[in-house]
């Protein structure tokens, strides 16, 4: 009821406004407010203190108005990245303020020599995945400083960020070159690449990465090949979701 009666409003709705609707005394309609501001379906503007319907309601409303799988859209496009590469193709969304593995497809050859720790519905942390720094770096950055700020910078390996500056920084390089690089910053000997997924409404809603090892994934195969091949497969499954993109002739470098 909070969600339908903030999509009635175009400008925002103050608490008072939102408890008299509901019926509701103030703290029990702020607690239900926060909880939504908390899971990304509410948003509070930071000057007016009014509330309106955050980004996570606009990515499940762009999907369900599709009427699209995002699974079922993602399974070519995954297979044909593993099978073209020889690697681990993943499929994941932002869920909580941590990254959540849908779906993972590999060709016979991607744990040769590695077994990586990825499955299906597992959770990373968002600073150290290739997939987590692609849709920080496509968010609102008082959004992306705020995740930061609660769930923290954990150290993974020798290599992960640990500054919220630092890290700052290189999304903002990130958004410029369209895609992430997690260098074996999440598990030792393993590199990822991600790319951004948009929705019909052009927001990033999910992201597509490949992993393999760090032996394999080059700085020579990951400037050459690989990161063409990781972009094509996020234009493609956005493509997929509705979205249509209005650069496609962009060049991306690996610097």
């Given at each position: 009821?909070?969600?339908?009666?903030?999509?009635?409003?175009?400008?925002?709705?103050?608490?008072?406004?939102?408890?008299?609707?509901?019926?509701?005394?103030?703290?029990?309609?702020?607690h239900?407010v926060?909880?939504?501001?908390?899971?990304?379906?509410?948003?509070?503007?930071?000057?007016?203190?009014?509330?309106?319907?955050?980004?996570?309601?606009?990515?499940l409303?762009?999907?369900?108005?599709?009427?699209?799988?995002?699974?079922?859209?993602?399974?070519?496009?995954?297979?044909s990245?593993?099978?073209?590469?020889?690697?681990?193709?993943?499929?994941?969304?932002?869920?909580?303020?941590?990254?959540?593995?849908?779906?993972?497809?590999?060709?016979?050859?991607?744990?040769?020599?590695?077994?990586?720790?990825?499955?299906?519905?597992?959770?990373?942390?968002?600073?150290?995945?290739?997939?987590?720094?692609?849709?920080?770096?496509?968010?609102?950055?008082?959004?992306?400083?705020?995740?930061?700020?609660?769930?923290?910078?954990?150290?993974?390996?020798?290599?992960?960020?640990?500054?919220?500056?630092?890290?700052?920084?290189?999304?903002?390089?990130?958004?410029?070159?369209?895609?992430?690089?997690?260098?074996?910053?999440?598990?030792?000997?393993?590199?990822?690449?991600?790319?951004?997924?948009?929705?019909?409404?052009?927001?990033?809603?999910?992201?597509v990465?490949?992993?393999?090892?760090?032996?394999?994934?080059?700085?020579?195969?990951?400037?050459?090949?690989?990161?063409?091949?990781?972009?094509?497969?996020?234009?493609?499954?956005?493509?997929?979701?509705?979205?249509?993109?209005?650069?496609t002739?962009?060049?991306?470098?690996?610097?």
């Open positions: 009821m909070v969600l339908e009666y903030l999509g009635h409003s175009s400008g925002g709705l103050s608490l008072s406004q939102i408890a008299q609707h509901l019926k509701l005394n103030k703290s029990t309609a702020h239900l926060s909880t939504l501001v908390a899971e990304g379906f509410a948003q509070k503007d930071p000057a007016s203190h009014s509330y309106s319907l955050g980004p996570k309601f606009y990515d409303a762009f999907m369900v108005s599709a009427g699209k799988d995002l699974i079922g859209e993602a399974e070519p496009v995954l297979r990245l593993a099978e073209r590469t020889g690697e681990v193709a993943h499929l994941m969304v932002l869920d909580n303020e941590q990254m959540l593995y849908l779906h993972r497809v590999e060709s016979p050859y991607a744990t040769r020599g590695l077994q990586m720790a990825s499955f299906v519905g597992m959770r990373n942390h968002v600073h150290s995945s290739s997939g987590g720094k692609v849709l920080l770096a496509n968010m609102e950055p008082e959004r992306a400083r705020r995740i930061l700020e609660q769930k923290g910078l954990p150290r993974m390996t020798a290599n992960t960020i640990t500054d919220p500056e630092r890290l700052m920084e290189q999304l903002l390089e990130v958004k410029r070159q369209g895609f992430a690089l997690d260098d074996e910053e999440n598990e030792a000997g393993v590199r990822c690449i991600g790319a951004p997924v948009f929705n019909a409404g052009g927001r990033a809603v999910a992201a990465s490949l992993s393999g090892p760090a032996v394999r994934l080059t700085d020579e195969a990951i400037r050459h090949r690989l990161i063409d091949l990781v972009l094509h497969a996020g234009r493609e499954l956005s493509l997929r979701l509705g979205y249509r993109d209005r650069n002739t962009q060049a991306y470098r690996y610097q």
